[in-house]
Nanobody, 125 residues
Framework: QVHVTESGGGLAQAGDSLRLSCAAS????????LGWFRQPPGRDREFVAA????????SYGESAKGRFTISRDTANSTVYLQMNNLTPEDTALYYC??????????????????WGRGTQVTVSS
């Protein structure tokens, strides 16, 4: 089992940058994908980005391509989401999640079993 805790959300203005962090508990030798998801107000949760256990493979949802970067510090069991050029449409509750599934599914946002409570990002125009 993996426990994840998000931090770094807050208020931003359009065009600003924010970096979200997610600290993961980890059993020695565990390998799991870490991902970011978001749920805008009144909408379904959507996949944002994922990084594999080594940090060498990354994937992005359509909304994140070109503006967001996911990275993983394996030594500190932490994953980051660097968000640039924010727009009001990025306003959402951002969740970190972990998955032991294969990269073929987790890279597309599937099979995530362990979720954090989320961190709110609000972007004003």
């Amino acid at each position: 089992q993996v426990h994840v805790t998000e931090s770094g959300g807050g208020l931003a203005q359009a065009g600003d940058s924010l970096r979200l962090s997610c600290a993961a508990s980890e059993r020695t030798g565990s390998t799991y994908t870490l991902g970011w998801f978001r749920q805008p107000p009144g909408r379904d949760r959507e996949f944002v980005a994922a990084v594999n256990w080594s940090g060498r493979l990354t994937s992005y949802g359509e909304s994140a391509k070109g503006r967001f970067t996911i990275s993983r510090d394996t030594a500190n069991s932490t994953v980051y989401l660097q968000m640039n050029n924010l727009t009001p449409e990025d306003t959402a509750l951002y969740y970190c999640a972990a998955a032991y599934g294969g990269w073929s599914s987790t890279s597309r946002g599937y099979d995530f079993d362990y979720w954090g409570r989320g961190t709110q990002v609000t972007v004003s125009s």
